[in-house]
T-cell receptor
């Protein structure tokens, strides 16, 4: 398996624009997580899905953020409108839920810069 | 609010010595504990997990868990310059139904 695949790897956009980040989890994994990483706040869990259903979105900072998982092999994280404080590295991770050793495998991340 | 605390460092250790990384967590319901390593500009990668009290060894790495004290640690023996990275402690509550909650990480520097 190619692992968790994220696109784009880098995104530079102007404030106010819509940004869509994409993720393809590892085949067979039934949990998917979106994380945001900054120097100040570290890795923060934004939202996670089990079997394509959003379980906890309490980490989503504002209504400008939304996430979808239309099927088991694809998820998006959308920011609309984007703001400079959204600049961060966004990671997608997937795992097989239910096991005690629930290792999450991370994608390479999307580095977002909002100017 | 689940919290995972780590000393941000940097922690500087001479090559060949033992590096000791520590982590405390607030949620007594936490059941699984993970150590991830993250090189600069890269994604986190799993080093070890532990879910029973005591020690777990894997090569040069030993994870230690004390649930009564809500404390987990990672020891790296015979430290190598390639071990220089940020080490992230993460916990999961329940049976994996929640996402990993991460600490902010400890920056480890192995001095040749």
């Amino acid at each position: 398996d190619a692992g968790v695949i994220q696109s784009p790897r880098h995104e530079v956009t102007e404030m106010g624009q819509e940004v869509t980040l994409r993720c393809k989890p590892i085949s067979g994994h039934n949990s998917l997580f979106w994380y945001r990483q900054t120097m100040m706040r570290g890795l923060e869990l934004l939202i996670y899905f089990n079997n394509n259903v959003p379980i906890d979105d309490s980490g989503m900072p504002e209504d400008r953020f939304s996430a979808k998982m239309p099927n088991a092999s694809f998820s998006t994280l959308k920011i609309q409108p984007s703001e400079p404080r959204d600049s961060a590295v966004y990671f997608c991770a997937s795992s097989l839920q239910g096991a005690v050793n629930t290792e999450a495998f991370f994608g390479q991340g999307t580095r977002l810069t909002v100017v | 609010q689940k919290e995972v605390e780590q000393n941000s460092g940097p922690l500087s250790v001479p090559e060949g010595a033992i590096a000791s990384l520590n982590c405390t967590y607030s949620d007594r319901g936490s059941q699984s504990f993970f150590w991830y390593r993250q090189y600069s500009g890269k994604s986190p990668e799993l080093i070890m997990f532990i879910y029973s009290n005591g020690d777990k060894e894997d090569g040069r790495f030993t994870a230690q868990l004390n649930k009564a004290s809500q404390y987990v640690s990672l020891l790296i023996r015979d430290s190598q310059p390639s071990d220089s990275a940020t080490y992230l402690c993460a916990v999961v509550s329940g049976g994996g139904a929640d996402g990993l909650t991460f600490g902010k990480g400890t920056h480890l520097i192995i001095q040749p």
